[in-house]
């Protein structure tokens, strides 16, 4: 069955440095998306992306994040200088279409900023 | 404003007695709504999905759910519940206008006791 997947499964780094988490979405998949979810919090929408740009993000999705499909099967996500405040479990799914569907969500990465 | 509640955070049951997990939605469209799980260290599943077709919806591991509109609600049900039910459940809603983004409630913890 196709998944999607995601690595690292754990990634700890210092303050300020710079992180690039990273997703094979499904193939045929057209619309992909990454979430986090805060230790005990609510699993929190960051962005959409389709057709090679972003089609909606969140307040959360500032300055500090991007997000980029270099090459047609990888979907990453970085996040320029990291705070405390964004260690969580950071979810990436992809959907064949963008309504009416479910979305496939990968294992997850934990990022741990320390 | 679109949202998605789960009245309970903590829901505890017997192996073998029924399970039900409570799901209110709010938005001014037709939305989608699907109900996800997630093991402790895995990643999101999919159980069931209600994307304007039948209103009783049945998934996998005999679960179902019914779609509610007169009560906005899509509450998760299971006649008979299993040690290895227990997990986190997530109810979910998308619109099938302007945004395609995945709004999550806050999530139920269902313990299963022997």
């Known amino acids: 069955e196709p998944e999607v997947t995601q690595t690292p499964s754990h990634q700890v780094t210092q303050m300020g440095q710079e992180v690039i988490l990273r997703c094979v979405p499904i193939?045929?998949?057209?619309?992909f998306y990454w979430y986090r979810q805060i230790l005990g919090q609510k699993v929190e929408f960051l962005v959409s992306?389709?057709?090679?740009?972003?089609?909606?993000k969140s307040e959360i999705f500032d300055d500090q994040f991007s997000v980029e499909r270099p090459d047609g099967s990888n979907f990453t996500l970085k996040i320029r200088s990291t705070k405390l405040e964004d260690s969580a479990m950071y979810f990436c799914?992809?959907?064949?279409?963008?309504?009416?569907?479910?979305?496939?969500f990968g294992q997850g990465t934990r990022l741990t900023v320390v | 404003a679109q949202s998605v509640t789960q009245l309970d955070s903590h829901v505890s049951v017997s192996e073998g007695t029924p399970v039900l997990l409570r799901c209110n939605y709010s938005?001014?469209?037709?939305?989608?709504l699907f109900w996800y799980v997630q093991h402790p260290n895995k990643g999101l599943q999919l159980l069931l999905k209600?994307?304007?077709?039948?209103?009783l919806v049945k998934g996998i591991n005999g679960f179902e759910a019914e779609f509610k509109k007169s009560e906005t609600s899509f509450h998760l049900t299971k006649p008979s519940a299993h040690m290895s039910d227990a997990a986190e459940y997530f109810c979910?809603?998308?619109?099938?206008?302007?945004?395609?983004?995945?709004?999550f409630g806050t999530g139920t913890r269902l313990q299963v006791f022997p």
């Open positions: 193939s045929n998949h057209l619309y």
């Open positions: 938005s001014s469209y037709s939305p989608s």
């Open positions: 799914a992809s959907r064949v279409r963008s309504t009416n569907t479910e979305a496939f």
């Open positions: 209600y994307t304007s077709a039948a209103t």
């Open positions: 979910v809603v998308t619109l099938s206008y302007n945004t395609d983004k995945l709004i």
């Open positions: 992306f389709y057709n090679n740009e972003i089609s909606e």
